[in-house]
């Protein structure tokens, strides 16, 4: 006896005896997941969040902001100089802090352990931190297109010829410790922070509202911490002979105050906020997607059809 319908194959997908999952399984992010949402999210987040990278690195190094009349085009483009090596450093960075989170993770998932959530600050701002090997060249060739114009290659060159390879690497410690704070932040902080205050505002302020309102939160508070960092590390690549970070910060404390480590924290407390707010969110989603239980299905085009319609 014949189980199909032919004259109706869709009422097939209800037959018990046809489709059916044959075991599920939880899913864990994978390091190449994890470069894969990396690369994706830097595309959907960099061409919003330039212009404040802008304005922060010209604050901290004490040139003029360009026109706020961005309607003119040519006023625009100053606002997205050194935009493509930004772009294609936080494709590396941000696939790398991810991939070697998710690395680092699956050592306890193999295990059958759960990580701390001190092992969780660890690996996430760890992951960061390692993934300044990409983020400070990065930012010398962004930094340098907006002290003078050019192409991406002819800036690569400039550097190179001025202080070797090795000064593409200016300002490593400030930027991977940056890194490691905007990394956590976004990967666990961000979620720490909602936890730890929904308890107490939940009765008065809907939690969908406290969630989205922790994430740039989060973002405030974690530039604020690494804005000395920050700071110091662009006043390195911008001098023609750098100094460590500690006597770089030093001399900054020495001729401007402690208000010196805070030059464009305003714009970068936007950028890190806006940033954590989008990565946190897409993070967050992407974990949810990755960890319900998934079905091992048959290879049958009719088990195909039942996951089309089940989604």
């Known amino acids: 006896m014949c189980l199909l319908d032919e004259s109706n194959p869709t009422n097939n997908l209800s037959n018990p005896q046809l489709y059916h999952p044959v075991k599920t399984k939880k899913q864990h992010m994978t390091p190449l997941q994890g470069l894969i ?3 994706g999210v830097v595309l959907c987040e960099t061409p919003i969040n330039h212009p404040f990278f802008v304005g922060k690195i010209r ?20 606002w997205y100089r050194g935009l493509s090596p930004r772009t294609l450093g936080l494709m590396a960075i941000a696939g790398s802090q991810v991939s070697w989170y998710a690395s680092l993770l699956r050592i306890f998932v193999d295990k059958g352990k759960k990580p701390t959530p001190l092992q969780n600050m660890a690996i996430a701002f760890s992951s960061g931190f390692c993934s300044s090997v990409f983020a400070s060249p990065a930012e010398q060739l962004g930094l340098s297109q907006n002290y003078k114009r050019g192409n991406l290659w002819n800036t690569i060159r400039r550097r190179i010829e001025r202080r070797g390879v090795r000064g593409l690497f200016t300002g490593f410690v400030g930027t991977g410790l940056r890194d490691g704070f905007f990394t956590y932040t976004y990967l666990r902080g961000a979620n720490r922070l909602d936890e730890t205050i929904q308890p107490y505002l939940n009765s008065i302020i809907p939690s969908p509202v406290i969630s989205f309102a922790a994430k740039p939160l989060a973002g405030a508070a974690s530039a604020f911490l690494a804005q000395p960092f920050d700071t110091g590390k662009t006043k390195q690549q911008g001098l023609i002979r750098p100094k460590s970070l500690i006597k770089t910060i030093h001399n900054i404390v020495k001729k401007e105050g402690i208000i010196g480590l805070y030059k464009g924290y305003p714009q970068h407390a936007a950028q ?4 954590i707010t ?6 967050n989603r992407f974990t949810s997607f990755l960890e319900q239980p998934s079905p091992t299905w048959n290879l049958s085009s009719w088990n195909f059809l039942w996951f089309v319609r089940f989604f």
């Open 278 to 283: 989008i990565y946190s969110t897409a993070f």
């Open 272 to 275: 890190v906020a806006l940033a």
């Open 59 to 78: 604050s901290q190094n004490k040139m003029p902001l360009p026109s706020y009349n961005i309607l003119k085009i040519s006023n625009l483009m100053k």
């Open 37 to 39: 949402f990396g690369v």
